[in-house]
């Protein structure tokens, strides 16, 4: 099955995503300490994924509004 045009960027891979697979939860549990060997990987416990929020960018100010104030 191909990917359809609107989801070809190249960004849209690299941003967080809000559902984890199992191995990529084990390993978040890993570096957290709370997994445990042995353990079934079935029936995880939610991971917590926290999204990074990029700031907007400031508007500078122009001349003309510097001197009004």
């Known amino acids: ?3 359809h045009k609107s989801l070809r960027r190249g960004g849209r891979l690299a941003r967080s995503r809000n559902v984890l697979t199992r191995a990529e939860r084990v ?3 890993k570096s957290e300490d709370r997994w445990v060997e042995g353990r079934s990987p079935l029936g995880l416990p939610k ?4 999204k990074l929020v990029i700031g907007k960018k400031k508007k500078k100010k122009s001349a003309e509004e510097d001197e009004t104030n």
């Open 1 to 3: 099955m191909t990917v």
């Open 27 to 29: 390993a978040q549990m």
């Open 47 to 50: 991971v917590r994924v926290i």
